[in-house]
């Protein structure tokens, strides 16, 4: 079993619609979660950071911790063409690297 | 302008060449990693340093080689011992040495190495 799966899609939703995005993992030392928006041929970019269980909304984002199920979530409201990405969630111990899902890409069409 | 500058962004290697990508820094960041990426593979790490002169293998070391003689600085050698090296390359770093409190990674633009 990976450390980290992530559903690679392809996910296309129209404009406006709500934004599903999840990872699950199987280490359960993990403590801090990332979302990273990357476009085409660009490196990531940090888009929501979260530390153990719980929700942080940032915008049009929201990102959710579920610990005990160790299921991570990004949700996206709102969704815009400019949304239209590969979104990778990532997550650590704390003292080690960060560890990648494989990146689910995302089309939002107008 | 702070951030991470990686050169070249597209860079062409004959076989049984080896070939260095650069990668610079100018945020005072303390750890710095490089990343590979191939379509539907995602992100994976090839080595990262948390201090000068000192670094470690991540999952996918073989062929490559590292240097950290500068806190700045942090160029990848792609030898001919990699079988594959036709991909992304990511360079990112961190404020402090580990990935707690706060800290976490961010990215340069990326090299595209094309072996032909």
């Known amino acids: 079993q990976k450390e980290v799966e992530q559903d690679p899609g392809p996910l296309s939703v129209p404009e406006g619609a709500i934004v599903s995005l999840n990872c699950t993992y199987s280490n359960s030392a993990f403590q801090y979660f990332m979302w990273y928006r990357q476009y085409s041929r660009k490196g990531p970019e940090l888009l929501m950071y979260t530390y153990s269980s719980g929700n942080k909304e940032d915008g049009r984002f929201t990102a959710q911790v579920d610990k005990s199920s160790k299921y991570i979530s990004l949700f996206i409201r709102d969704s815009q063409p400019s949304d239209s990405a590969t979104y990778l969630c990532a997550m650590t111990r704390g003292n080690t690297p960060l560890v990648f899902g494989k990146g689910t890409r995302l089309s939002v069409i107008a | 302008d702070g951030g991470i500058t990686q050169s070249p962004k597209y860079l062409f290697r004959k076989e049984g060449q080896n070939v260095t990508l650069s990668c610079e820094q100018n945020?005072?960041?303390?750890?710095m990693y490089w990343y590979r990426q191939d379509p539907g593979q995602g992100l994976r790490l090839i080595y990262y340093?948390?201090?000068?002169?000192?670094?470690q293998k991540g999952d996918i070391a073989e062929g490559y080689s590292v240097s950290r003689e500068k806190k700045e600085s942090f160029p990848l050698t792609v030898t001919s011992a990699q079988k594959n090296p036709t991909a992304f390359y990511l360079c990112?770093?961190?404020?402090?040495?580990?990935?707690?409190?706060?800290?976490?990674?961010?990215f340069g633009e990326g090299s595209w190495l094309t072996v032909v």
């Open positions: 945020l005072n960041h303390d750890a």
């Open positions: 990112a770093s961190s404020p402090g040495r580990t990935l707690n409190s706060g800290n976490t990674i961010y």
């Open positions: 340093s948390q201090i000068v002169n000192d670094f």
